[in-house]
């Protein structure tokens, strides 16, 4: 059994933000209204201090923005990106984590982790900025600011919303597996969550052989 969880499209490896090209065409989808997604830093060898002051991989999945760990339980991880050409749109295997190679962070402690981390933070402003037109930076940036201190759109305290909701306990490598086939493994377990769903257009060209693990 597997979460099954979309990332926001990156083309320089989950590094840093890469822009635009490849991202949803469709509006009301986070990274064309802003340019970006929060997992474009997923991969990134950037290391974050955790309360001990050790060394740790931070990085965020929006699918994992409403889970509770109280009524849910640490599952394996399947992540997928979309990437689109014009109006063509491919569906890529990217990572797969097992259940014990990453755990989830909460609003409290991630409000502690952003104390510690306030430099690596201002760099991630910094890319991100870095990526934007000089127009819509201002509101680019604001999008990150909310996010950054654990706010919704309106600037209200959130459980959801933070840079941070996992650790990655291991050293990962994103690898772009096109997933070609129509039908998902029944073994996945397809959480109620948002993004964790399978929409009817996204249901087809699906790799059965991908839940080989």
């Not at 991630?124 to 819509?136: C, F, G, I, K, Q």
Request: hydrophobic letters at 30%; one cysteine or more.
């Amino acid at each position: 059994m597997a979460y099954y969880a979309r990332m926001s499209y990156n083309s320089n490896g989950w590094q840093t933000p890469s822009g635009a090209q490849g991202k949803s065409p469709n509006a009301g989808n986070h990274e064309y209204d802003y340019g970006f997604g929060f997992e474009e830093w997923l991969f990134n060898k950037r290391r974050y201090k955790n309360k001990e002051g050790k060394n740790c991989h931070f990085a965020y999945l929006e699918p994992l923005s409403e889970f509770d760990p109280l009524y849910q339980k640490n599952d394996d991880l399947i992540l997928y990106t979309l990437q689109w050409e014009g109006n063509v749109c491919t569906r890529h295997i990217v990572l797969r984590l097992s259940k014990d190679d990453w755990r989830f962070i909460d609003r409290e402690e991630y409000l502690e982790l952003k104390e510690i981390n306030n430099a690596s933070i201002l760099e991630m402003r910094r890319e991100l900025a870095a990526t934007m037109p000089v127009l819509s930076a201002g509101l680019v940036l604001n999008r990150f600011n909310q996010q950054k201190e654990g706010n919704n759109y309106n600037g209200n305290p959130t459980t959801e919303n933070r840079l941070w909701n996992i650790e990655i306990l291991k050293e990962v490598q994103p690898f772009m597996e096109l997933v070609t086939e129509e039908l998902p493994c029944p073994d996945w377990h397809i959480s109620t969550f948002k993004m964790f769903r399978l929409y009817d257009s996204e249901r087809g060209n699906f790799n059965h052989n991908n839940c080989v693990r």
